[in-house]
């Protein structure tokens, strides 16, 4: 039987955030060579993991713990510099849980199950109602409140984020099959057939890895799931079938909770798990009215906000003029006589002198020499561009010291010009 709820009272009050982090995000490669996919930088200024975690903070949820593992300083040093505004003394908390070999010395989070399980103590010690478990490596913006209220309304045991996806591109995904009111009635994960929707055969709904509980509950599940020797101890592998078997797992459609403002026409999604993909999602900011909307003061993006001046634009000589069009240029930038055109441009980069950038997304801190030419390129932070270089324009060429994806996508990393240097 559903529950009834004061309709006027919060449900992010009584709940926490936990944030799986602790991906590698292998597909990134050498992106990720130093850092955790959540803590790659997106849209000029901020890391992916913030979009999850503005999410929450913007639902009203106050208390937030953040699991951790691979590569995990650059993400810690982030969050305590920019999550550490969360005061106990008002009943809120922000947790980072690394893997800590809290069980035994040989064991880290073995899955996402696992990292919610080595910290169930820490868990019940905040005392909340209802847990929500985010994927912390996903850009959307998203109103969890709806989500909370949909599951204590159904009474369900879980409730499962969805996306509805072609069903052509289901097959990445798990898939939910559900009947004519979002009860999940089967689950499979990567299906070559996938399951569509009651009354559309084109359409499929994927997990978009999150979920709601109540914490009482998925602590029960978790206990259970930890004494048998056959899990994988993974939500998607082992709690989530286990549940829709049991018949209480409800789907939650992302289209009933996305935030828009009013310049935003689609329910944005994106997965920024490949070189293609996040190229492109952070080169689509660009667009006169982009289909994300970071300038929404209603659902701000938190994030570390580093003390920067202003970006500066210089010199206007024909041949020698400081510009950028259709691009974001961040706080501390330097254009010297150069050419930005659709490009994305992290905080304190210096682009000099008769060089031209063209759908280039740099990181933070990079230094691009006189004369360089860049075409659609990923700069990696810090890379110092060498004067006088061409990425992007010769695929042979790009092929030998950078790494070239099949649609073209240069990512450039400092290790990779030393070797072009030193060739």
Known sequence: MAQTTDRYSPLAREAMAYVLAGGRGSRLVELTDRRAKPAVFFGGKSRIIDFALSNAINSGIRRIAVATQYQAHSLIRHLNRGWNFLRPERNESFDILPASQRLAEDIWYRGTADAVY???????????KYIVVLAGDHIYKMDYELMLRQHVDSGAHVTVGCL????????????????GRDKIVGFVEKPKDPPTIPGNDAVSLASMGIYVFNTSFLMEQLRKDAENPNSSRDFGKDIIPSLVERGNAWAHRFTHSCVRSNKEEVA??????TLDAYWSANIDLTDVVPQLDLYDANWPIWTYAEITPP?????DLDGRRGSAVS???SGGCIVSGASVRRSLISTGTQ????????EVVALPYCNVGRGARL???ILDRGVRVPQGIVIGEDAEQDKKFFRRTDNGVVLVTQKMIDAYENQ
């Open 118 to 128: 080595q910290n169930i103590d820490i868990i019940e010690d905040m005392g909340t």
């Open 164 to 179: 509805e996806v072609p069903k052509a591109e289901a097959s990445a995904f798990g898939v939910m099959h559900v009947d």
């Open 327 to 329: 691009s974001l240029v």
């Open 268 to 273: 944005y999604w994106r997965d920024v798990g």
């Open 351 to 358: 682009i000099n002198s008769y060089s031209s950038l063209d």
């Open 311 to 315: 970006a500066k634009f210089v010199h």
């Open 375 to 377: 075409k659609k390129v």
